[in-house]
């Protein structure tokens, strides 16, 4: 099955800001002590979603968005 993905995550024009949002997003997650595990996706594209809105204005779909018919950990 093929998954979508959002276009930006494959640019590398995107690529570094993309790294800074994922990185932000794990240590805002592990500050309310949220750690990797089952589930962890959903509030981790959450909080990539919001930075990359907030800090670069980019509008980046989740995978979950972009693949409503899919379950995902």
Do not use: H
């Not at 996706?41 to 693949?67: H, M, V």
């Amino acid at each position: 099955m093929d998954l979508r993905a959002d276009p930006i995550d494959d640019d590398p024009r995107y690529a570094a800001i993309i790294a800074e949002a994922e990185q932000a997003a794990e240590a805002e997650l592990s500050s309310i002590g949220i750690s990797f595990g089952m589930g962890y996706c959903y509030p981790f594209w959450s909080a990539k979603k919001q930075i990359l809105k907030e800090r670069f204005g980019i509008d980046w779909q989740t995978p979950e968005e972009l693949n409503p018919d899919v379950l995902f950990d």
